[in-house]
């Protein structure tokens, strides 16, 4: 059976379903997308893993996994990871030209590396590594 997509729309309506706009987020010059499992590595995948909130806080901005609520973190071990995914990390973002930017921890001055599938804080250096873009995603959420 057929539903028809007027029906679809009511519903979603009368639902109170938002749209959201998330993030996928690219390494730039890559069709690879920033991925949560745990952890954060580079996957060609487009599924709600790779799917990235963006929140305005005093000095910056957190970025979280919109459906694991994993904060982002970058390559760290086991012990450190637990810890920091479930405290958020304030991040700035830097123009880097061409549509893309520049991933910025204000609290130690590194900027997120793309290096050996993961991302790796680094000191900043203008190369192509440390770029990323942000590709806009809206997807309708139910209400809670």
């Avoid at 005093?58 to 990871?81: M, Q, W």
């Avoid at 190369?127 to 809670?144: D, E, G, I, L």
Wanted: glycine fraction near 6%; charge should be negative.
């Amino acid at each position: 059976m057929k539903i028809p997509i007027g029906l679809i729309a009511t519903l979603m309506n009368s639902a109170s379903a938002a749209l959201v706009t998330y993030y996928q987020i690219q390494p730039a010059g890559t069709t690879d997308t920033l991925h949560a499992t745990g952890d954060l590595r580079f996957y060609q995948a487009n599924d709600y893993l790779n799917v990235w909130a963006i929140s305005p806080v005093d000095g910056g901005a957190t970025i979280k996994n919109a459906f694991t609520n994993i904060n982002s973190y970058i390559s760290c071990d086991d012990t450190a990871c637990a810890s920091v995914a479930q405290q958020p990390t304030t991040f700035t973002f830097e123009d880097a030209g061409a549509g893309a930017y520049r991933v910025c921890n204000p609290a130690d001055g590194l900027v997120w590396t793309a290096a050996d599938s993961t991302i790796k804080p680094a000191p900043a250096d203008g190369s192509q590594a440390q770029k990323f873009v942000f590709q806009p995603v809206q997807m309708t959420v139910p209400p809670y």
